[in-house]
């Protein structure tokens, strides 16, 4: 199994930055996909960015060109820095891992709890 634990979330004002970072412990040779995904108050979980093994990455549109997201496969961590936010970025962000198995058409997912970023104005 896989788990994964973030940190690195708080509160920052409209135009600073936070970095976000997700280590992934236990059966870290299956995961093929990593990434993040938010939720806020009253809207669904959407994507906000994910890379690949061989690190190709999708970031969500209202947020390209301000996150960057990054992999360290020695360490097994996945990094979300965050910079120019914005009062809409604020959410619970969850670390999110896929596997993909040879088996099915869908990947299984692993989640983190979450960590919360509040942006005031």
């Known amino acids: 199994q896989v788990q994964l634990v973030e940190s690195g979330g708080g509160l920052v004002q409209a135009g600073g930055s936070l970095r976000l970072s997700c280590a992934a412990s236990g059966s870290i040779f299956v995961i093929n996909v990593m990434g993040w995904y938010r939720q806020s108050p009253g809207k669904q979980r959407e994507l906000v960015a994910t890379?690949?093994?061989?690190?190709?990455?999708n970031y969500a549109d209202s947020v390209k060109g301000r996150f960057t997201i990054s992999r360290d496969y020695a360490k097994n961590t996945v990094t979300l820095q965050m910079n120019s936010l914005k009062p809409e970025d604020t959410a619970v962000y969850y670390c999110?891992?896929?596997?993909?198995?040879?088996?099915?058409?869908?990947?299984?997912?692993?989640w983190g709890q979450g960590t919360q970023v509040t942006v005031s104005s």
């Open positions: 890379i690949t093994t061989v690190g190709t990455t």
């Open positions: 999110n891992a896929k596997q993909l198995l040879s088996y099915s058409n869908t990947p299984r997912d692993y």
